[in-house]
């Protein structure tokens, strides 16, 4: 079965960092999407930073790009998303998630991702 585990939320000040990180299991890691999407409350799900695990291409939304860097390690299985420069508006539930095949409807479609994390709050404080 396809396990994800996110960790590494927390409450940091304006302009502070956090290292987001996503275990995966049950599936072959190199040979896929894996990233992370938010939600803050009220608004919908968005996408942050996928990474496709085959070539290390990378997918980031312009407002994290410059601030937020994602990468993976095949060996431990993991992703990490180290965010920097953090802003009050970063504040939301980031979720980690996973496709196998190709993206239909491109990488911010996260109803792409059939698989998903459990979620890990990130709260900035202005």
């Known amino acids: 079965d396809v396990q994800l585990q996110a960790s590494g939320g927390g409450l940091v000040h304006a302009g502070g960092s956090l290292r987001l990180s996503c275990q995966a299991s049950?599936?072959?890691?190199?040979?896929?999407?894996i990233g992370w999407f938010r939600q803050a409350p009220g608004k919908e799900r968005e996408g942050v930073s996928v990474?496709?695990?085959?070539?290390?291409?990378?997918y980031g939304a312009d407002s994290v790009k410059g601030r937020f860097t994602i990468s993976s390690d095949s060996a431990s299985h993991r992703v990490y998303l180290q965010m920097n420069s953090l802003k009050p508006e970063d504040t939301a539930v980031y979720y980690c998630?996973?496709?196998?095949?190709?993206?239909?409807?491109?990488?911010?479609?996260?109803?792409?991702?059939?698989?998903w994390g459990q979620g890990t709050q990130v709260t900035v404080s202005s």
């Open positions: 998630a996973v496709a196998l095949d190709d993206l239909t409807g491109g990488w911010r479609n996260w109803r792409a991702y059939p698989y």
């Open positions: 049950g599936f072959r890691f190199d040979w896929a999407f």
């Open positions: 990474i496709r695990t085959s070539d290390g291409y990378v």
